[in-house]
């Protein structure tokens, strides 16, 4: 919902400096009517888990709730080490697969024949649920953090693979006119439009990148870890600790939110200058 | 003094697809002086913008020869530039950055250089003041004026131009041609303009290269009789119409014919 309000907002060209007046709720109406949708939900969803027992504990939890055991586990428990530990896993995995989704997409949107041999291998695991490989990364790398690591990578790496191949591909026939007319080489070329103008691509492939790479950390710690949010949920399911397994998935949902919102923000800072067709 | 010769300039295309050859351009002929404005207009599908590619280098030829100085070309030069009928410009980079571009590619000015011949056709195109900002921030027609900037900063021998104007609006067509001739006096430069407009082509050009339709020939070369520095008011006149008018009973033939051999 917010990926789309904020894309359909037309380009701030630089004749209409003039901005027109506008009140503090107009400029801040989204923020607001948001904010304040949230805020009435949730004291709705306390003011009926305080005050009626229709919401059973065990099925699921309160506001007062979750945030008690937020706290509980924050200064008693070990939430400040499992989010170090996840947010290590997402980490590294998310920058190998940025540099080698990146190097090599552009291999790839470069050279035609690199291109069609792959194609198929790359096609099958860009469109294949790669967490389902968890069992076997598993076998592959133990329990640790490196199984969560690798299974972060091939989340993230071939969103960022395809979106890279597909920007050096999609070079601008007329700018690639102009460039020979002027007697650019080849080099020249990659260097001066293939590669500035797969910017805005790269960062749609980081921007989804990220999102499946979340999946991938939490996911991977599910299934096999003794450390992390995901784990965190999963044992908080397995002992019956719904309080606990919704401060996990909180902090997931907070932590998709921020890591999206600066890759969405990042991605509308490069397309500035994207062509507007 | 001859700076473009086309001679006996023949192209053809294969359509793999219906398995026979097209031919593009026929036997054309013709040539540029030093410093001449020409214009080249034809009917749609007569080739002009075939031998505007091949003259630039971009499109490969088999037939004829074309001499810039009497040497033979192979593919693009720093000898030639092109204003294209988009304005082609790299969306990533400043006004500045784009007049750079074509000097950049082809390595012919040092830095200093560069930065001044910079800042000069930025101005010459009437663009002070827009260096920082970027081409989507740009009317078409300023685009245009910026597509000029590149390719006059690259120094070209022969600058081409392909319909540079077709895109614009009536009226900053109009302002666009009076401004190019203000600019080509200051810049003296040889010109081949391709145009299917007829009275865009006479507007500008010193001698008019009238070509026909399927397969690409050139009807008739005439000089233009107006004096410059020409107003657009010019265009009003009686004997500027008349001019007009008879270049375009000729293409009108040539649609004619067209339209009869379509019929058989």
């Given at each position: 919902?917010?990926?789309?309000?904020?894309?359909?907002?037309?380009?701030?060209?630089?004749?209409?400096?003039?901005?027109?007046?506008?009140?503090?709720?107009?400029?801040?109406?989204?923020?607001?009517?948001?904010?304040?949708?949230?805020?009435?939900?949730?004291?709705?969803?306390?003011?009926?888990?305080?005050?009626?027992?229709?919401?059973?504990?065990?099925?699921?939890?309160?506001?007062?709730?979750?945030?008690?055991?937020?706290?509980?586990?924050?200064?008693?428990?070990?939430?400040?080490?499992?989010?170090?530990?996840?947010?290590?896993?997402?980490?590294?995995?998310?920058?190998?697969?940025?540099?080698?989704?990146?190097?090599?997409?552009?291999?790839?949107?470069?050279?035609?024949?690199?291109?069609?041999?792959?194609?198929?291998?790359?096609?099958?695991?860009?469109?294949?649920?790669?967490?389902?490989?968890?069992?076997?990364?598993?076998?592959?790398?133990?329990?640790?953090?490196?199984?969560?690591?690798?299974?972060?990578?091939?989340?993230?790496?071939?969103?960022?693979?395809?979106?890279?191949?597909?920007?050096?591909?999609?070079?601008?026939?007329?700018?690639?006119?102009?460039?020979?007319?002027?007697?650019?080489?080849?080099?020249?070329?990659?260097?001066?439009?293939?590669?500035?103008?797969?910017?805005?691509?790269?960062?749609?492939?980081?921007?989804?990148?990220?999102?499946?790479?979340?999946?991938?950390?939490?996911?991977?710690?599910?299934?096999?870890?003794?450390?992390?949010?995901?784990?965190?949920?999963?044992?908080?399911?397995?002992?019956?600790?719904?309080?606990?397994?919704?401060?996990?998935?909180?902090?997931?949902?907070?932590?998709?939110?921020?890591?999206?919102?600066?890759?969405?923000?990042?991605?509308?800072?490069?397309?500035?200058?994207?062509?507007?067709? | 003094?001859?700076?473009?010769?086309?001679?006996?300039?023949?192209?053809?295309?294969?359509?793999?697809?219906?398995?026979?050859?097209?031919?593009?351009?026929?036997?054309?002929?013709?040539?540029?002086?030093?410093?001449?404005?020409?214009?080249?207009?034809?009917?749609?599908?007569?080739?002009?913008?075939?031998?505007?590619?091949?003259?630039?280098?971009?499109?490969?030829?088999?037939?004829?020869?074309?001499?810039?100085?009497?040497?033979?070309?192979?593919?693009?030069?720093?000898?030639?530039?092109?204003?294209?009928?988009?304005?082609?410009?790299?969306?990533?980079?400043?006004?500045?950055?784009?007049?750079?571009?074509?000097?950049?590619?082809?390595?012919?000015?040092?830095?200093?250089?560069?930065?001044?011949?910079?800042?000069?056709?930025?101005?010459?195109?009437?663009?002070?003041?827009?260096?920082?900002?970027?081409?989507?921030?740009?009317?078409?027609?300023?685009?245009?004026?910026?597509?000029?900037?590149?390719?006059?900063?690259?120094?070209?021998?022969?600058?081409?131009?392909?319909?540079?104007?077709?895109?614009?609006?009536?009226?900053?067509?109009?302002?666009?041609?009076?401004?190019?001739?203000?600019?080509?006096?200051?810049?003296?430069?040889?010109?081949?303009?391709?145009?299917?407009?007829?009275?865009?082509?006479?507007?500008?050009?010193?001698?008019?290269?009238?070509?026909?339709?399927?397969?690409?020939?050139?009807?008739?070369?005439?000089?233009?009789?107006?004096?410059?520095?020409?107003?657009?008011?010019?265009?009003?006149?009686?004997?500027?119409?008349?001019?007009?008018?008879?270049?375009?009973?000729?293409?009108?033939e040539e649609s004619e014919r067209l339209g009869m051999v379509a019929a058989v």
């Amino acid at each position: 919902m917010k990926t789309e309000t904020t894309l359909a907002q037309p380009h701030i060209k630089a004749e209409t400096p003039v901005r027109p007046r506008e009140s503090l709720y107009q400029r801040y109406e989204a923020s607001i009517l948001g904010g304040t949708a949230v805020l009435i939900i949730v004291a709705i969803w306390q003011a009926v888990w305080s005050y009626t027992d229709w919401i059973s504990p065990l099925f699921f939890s309160g506001p007062s709730a979750i945030a008690k055991a937020f706290w509980s586990s924050l200064t008693g428990g070990n939430l400040l080490a499992d989010l170090a530990f996840s947010g290590k896993n997402f980490t590294i995995g998310f920058g190998l697969a940025l540099v080698s989704g990146v190097v090599l997409g552009v291999i790839i949107g470069w050279y035609r024949r690199i291109r069609m041999v792959l194609d198929p291998f790359l096609n099958a695991l860009y469109a294949a649920p790669r967490i389902a490989m968890m069992p076997l990364i598993i076998i592959w790398f133990g329990i640790g953090m490196w199984s969560k690591v690798f299974i972060v990578f091939l989340s993230a790496f071939f969103p960022i693979l395809v979106n890279t191949a597909a920007g050096i591909r999609n070079m601008d026939r007329d700018l690639l006119r102009a460039a020979r007319a002027f007697c650019a080489s080849d080099w020249q070329i990659f260097k001066t439009l293939a590669i500035p103008g797969s910017v805005p691509f790269i960062l749609t492939g980081v921007r989804q990148g990220v999102a499946v790479g979340l999946i991938g950390v939490v996911v991977g710690e599910m299934l096999g870890s003794s450390e992390g949010i995901g784990f965190m949920v999963a044992y908080g399911g397995q002992t019956f600790q719904t309080d606990t397994l919704f401060v996990g998935f909180v902090i997931i949902a907070f932590a998709g939110i921020l890591l999206t919102s600066v890759a969405e923000r990042l991605e509308r800072r490069f397309s500035r200058w994207r062509p507007e067709r | 003094m001859m700076k473009l010769q086309i001679d006996h300039l023949t192209k053809r295309y294969c359509l793999q697809r219906e398995n026979r050859d097209v031919l593009a351009l026929a036997d054309v002929s013709f040539s540029v002086e030093d410093g001449e404005f020409m214009a080249i207009v034809g009917p749609s599908g007569c080739g002009k913008t075939s031998m505007l590619n091949i003259v630039a280098g971009l499109l490969p030829y088999e037939e004829g020869n074309v001499l810039i100085d009497g040497k033979r070309i192979f593919g693009p030069g720093i000898d030639r530039a092109v204003v294209f009928q988009h304005a082609s410009l790299l969306p990533w980079r400043t006004i500045a950055g784009n007049v750079r571009y074509g000097m950049e590619l082809q390595k012919r000015f040092d830095q200093a250089a560069m930065k001044e011949r910079t800042d000069y056709f930025i101005k010459l195109v009437g663009l002070t003041g827009f260096e920082r900002h970027y081409p989507s921030e740009l009317s078409g027609g300023m685009q245009q004026r910026v597509n000029l900037a590149r390719a006059l900063a690259a120094d070209p021998v022969v600058l081409l131009m392909d319909e540079p104007f077709a895109a614009l609006d009536a009226q900053t067509r109009e302002f666009m041609q009076a401004e190019l001739l203000k600019i080509w006096t200051k810049a003296k430069k040889t010109v081949v303009f391709i145009t299917h407009q007829i009275n865009e082509a006479i507007y500008l050009a010193d001698r008019v290269v009238v070509m026909s339709a399927r397969p690409g020939r050139v009807k008739d070369v005439f000089r233009v009789p107006f004096d410059r520095p020409r107003n657009l008011s010019l265009k009003r006149e009686p004997r500027f119409l008349e001019l007009e008018d008879s270049v375009w009973k000729l293409i009108e033939e040539e649609s004619e014919r067209l339209g009869m051999v379509a019929a058989v």
